[in-house]
C-alpha cells in the first residue's frame, strides 16, 4: 500500500522562529492535506492542495504541493505558542474520482520553548 | 454546531463485551469515514461508508469489526468481542460529494480493560 514518509518527527523551536516539515511519497498523490491535531482532540483542516506545483497560503503557514506529486512541505512563519500540536500530512489517490480514504503521515511533534 | 459529532467521547469495556461507537455527519455531507489512532501513530483508514453503502472497508479487520451508515440516524463502527488490542482513539470523518476535505470529530477513545 501507499506509505507516507514525514519528518522531522518532533521539533524543538524558539518562539517567533519559522518552522519547516516535509512529507514524501511511495507513490504518487492526487491531493495532499495538512491538518493539525491538539491533544484529545481531533485532526483540523490547515490547507488543501490540489495541483502538482500548487503553493497555498493560509495565514503564516504555506504549502506546496511537489511537483513530482510524491512530497509536499508545510512552513509556518513567526511560530507563536498556539502553534504547538502535532502537524499531519495525508494524500488521497482517487483514480475514479471518489473521495477515498486518506493516507496520514505519523504526524510532526510541534514544540515551543520559552 | 455543524461539526463531525461523535459519541461517546469515552467508553470503558472489558474484553469480550461489544463497543458502538457513533457518528453523524456534518449537514449535507453523504460520505462517512472511520479511523483508528494509536499513541504517538498518525491515523489509519479502516472504512469508508455512504449513506447505506460500505464504498471501501480495506482498512477494517476482517473478524469483530462492522460499520454502517442507515439511510436515516448516524454512522456506527461496531467492535465485537473487544480486546486489549482495540484500544485507540476512534475518529470519524464526514466529506461532501468527494472533494478530499475531510472534517473529524473529536473522536472516541476506547480503553479495553
Known amino acids: 500500500g501507499q506509505q507516507l514518509n514525514q519528518s522531522p518527527q518532533s521539533m524543538f523551536i524558539q518562539e517567533g522562529e519559522d518552522v519547516s516539515m516535509n512529507c514524501t511519497s511511495s507513490s504518487i498523490f492526487n491531493t495532499w492535506l495538512w491538518y493539525k491535531q491538539d491533544p484529545g482532540e481531533g485532526p483540523v483542516l490547515l490547507i488543501a492542495l490540489y495541483k502538482a506545483g500548487e503553493l497555498t497560503s493560509n495565514g503564516r503557514l504555506t504549502a506546496q504541493f511537489g511537483i513530482t506529486r510524491k512530497d509536499s512541505f508545510l512552513n509556518i512563519s513567526a511560530s507563536i505558542p498556539s502553534d504547538v500540536g502535532i502537524y499531519f500530512c495525508?494524500?488521497?489517490?482517487?483514480?475514479?474520482?471518489?473521495?477515498?480514504?486518506?493516507?496520514f503521515g505519523k504526524g510532526t511533534h510541534l514544540i515551543i520553548q520559552p | 454546531n455543524a461539526g463531525v459529532m461523535q459519541n461517546p467521547r469515552h467508553l470503558v469495556r472489558r474484553r469480550g463485551q461489544e463497543a458502538r461507537l457513533r457518528c453523524s455527519p456534518m449537514?449535507?455531507?453523504?460520505?462517512v469515514y472511520w479511523y483508528r489512532q494509536l499513541p504517538e501513530e498518525g491515523l489509519k483508514f479502516m472504512v469508508y461508508?455512504?449513506?447505506?453503502?460500505?464504498?471501501?472497508e480495506s482498512g477494517m479487520p476482517k473478524e469483530r469489526f462492522s460499520a454502517e451508515f442507515p439511510k436515516e440516524g448516524p454512522s456506527i463502527l461496531r467492535i465485537q468481542q473487544v480486546v486489549r488490542g482495540d484500544s485507540a482513539a476512534y475518529f470519524c470523518?464526514?466529506?461532501?460529494?468527494?472533494?478530499?476535505?475531510?472534517?473529524f470529530g473529536e473522536g472516541s477513545r476506547l480503553t479495553v480493560l
Open positions: 461508508l455512504q449513506k447505506e453503502n460500505i464504498i471501501d
Open positions: 470523518a464526514s466529506s461532501p460529494s468527494a472533494t478530499g476535505e475531510l472534517f
Open positions: 495525508a494524500g488521497q489517490f482517487s483514480p475514479g474520482g471518489g473521495a477515498d480514504g486518506l493516507t
Open positions: 449537514k449535507g455531507h453523504s460520505h
